[in-house]
């Protein structure tokens, strides 16, 4: 199933699914809310005793997450590590700082309706919110420094290893191989449209394996990550604009500390949002880099050596890898992310590899800014 066509389903009873969690207090409203690409995510507000509650609903889109019950137990084990971490660090406010899955009330983080829709909920973290666009260093420097301190706590989450909820989800590799396929199926006609777009990524196909590779010979380690780093999976205080808490935890998974860091970058110092038309618009911001590895530095004192060398080139690669991955779901006819109108995954990967085409310009101004950060 599509992505559009989960938007065009009938609304849920919302009364009687919100019933089905161990919620206080009595339904009021659902209403939409939030910018993501893959879930279906509504504000509840429900009534305690004259007091409005508000919760997280959620349908997780069983069609990119195969295994929503694998997905939630990763889910349950890293908030309880992060509750368990922060406690010990003396910090007061957890319900803020770390999300509270709520239970269904026969049992288990999940529940599956009679449509078969996978649905969740969790405490709405008041007095913070997003932003889909960068607005100041300060939020960036504040984002990036909640996602390394949310690698940091989660470096000793005991054995067993996490689900992988999407295997292989920045395998640079197996992108390329998976775009290559598209491109030669071209099942939608659309690759001679995309043809400019497909040259750009040929021209650094020879990117994709390098950090692969190095993980494979054992020089970068393999880490407990969030593998969606964006500046909107981090609520800031309404009040402060410190960070609050990391959210969007579908892709927590093991993986390269690199890939978060990458994501950042391809994020944070964009100077548009990603699906921008004006390409005249799209560039890399190097002041936001710089308030970027500031913040992540700041707290990301795991980092070995050869992780720290190959910080500026993550930014390049993920973008790539993005971009590819938009181009792919354009050519197989957008399957995977959600649209609003055509060519919309088209116009995302050209800004991706705008970017790509920025970030190659800056690159030796972003090392030595590492550099910097590192002294």
């Known amino acids: 199933m ?12 919302f009364a009687a699914l919100v019933d089905l969690f161990a919620i206080t207090g009595d339904f009021v409203s659902a209403v939409r809310h939030g910018s993501g690409h893959i879930n279906d995510t509504y504000k509840v507000t429900c009534d305690l005793a004259g007091q409005p509650v508000h919760y997280i609903l959620q349908r997780i889109n069983h069609t990119i997450f195969k295994d929503p019950a694998a997905l939630m137990e990763n889910i349950q084990r890293v908030t309880a590590h992060l509750r368990t ?26 529940l599956r309706d009679a449509a078969g829709q996978w649905w969740r909920m969790y405490v709405f973290v008041e007095r913070a919110r997003t932003f889909d666009k960068v607005e100041t260093e300060q939020q960036v420097c504040e984002a990036a420094r909640a996602f390394a301190q949310f690698q940091c706590l989660l470096a000793d989450l005991p054995a067993p290893r996490l689900h992988d909820t999407i295997p292989n989800f920045h395998n640079a590799v197996l992108r390329l191989a998976t775009l290559r396929d598209a491109i030669a199926q071209d099942p939608h006609g659309r690759a001679g449209g995309a043809a400019a777009e497909i040259a750009f990524v040929e021209q650094r196909a020879a990117m994709c394996a390098r950090l692969v590779e190095r993980h494979r010979c054992g020089e970068l380690p393999e880490r ?67 308030a970027l590895a500031r913040g992540y530095l700041s707290e990301a004192k795991f980092l070995t050596a050869a992780e720290r060398e190959e910080l500026v080139f993550s930014g390049r690669l993920i973008t790539l890898v993005i971009g590819i991955r938009f181009l792919t779901d354009h050519l197989l006819g957008d399957v995977y992310f959600k649209i609003h109108r055509p060519g ?18 800056q690159s030796e101004a972003m090392e030595q800014i590492v550099k910097d950060c590192l002294k």
């Open 2 to 13: 599509s992505n559009e066509q989960t938007d065009k389903q009938a609304a849920p009873d």
């Open 85 to 110: 971490k922060l406690q010990a660090a003396g910090v007061s406010d957890l319900a803020r700082r770390a999300l509270t899955v709520i239970p269904a009330r026969a049992g288990g983080p999940v």
């Open 224 to 290: 407990i990550t969030h593998n969606d780093t964006k500046l909107n999976n981090v609520m800031l205080d309404e009040q402060t604009n410190a960070a609050v808490c990391v959210i969007d935890l579908d892709t927590v998974m093991p993986g390269l500390a690199l890939y978060d860091f990458g994501d950042m970058v391809r994020t944070a110092t964009a100077a548009a949002l990603e699906d921008e038309r004006d390409l005249a618009k799209v560039f890399s911001r190097p002041e936001m880099f710089a």
């Open 344 to 361: 919309h995954n088209l116009d995302r990967c050209r800004t991706q590899f705008k970017m790509v085409a920025s970030l190659e310009n």
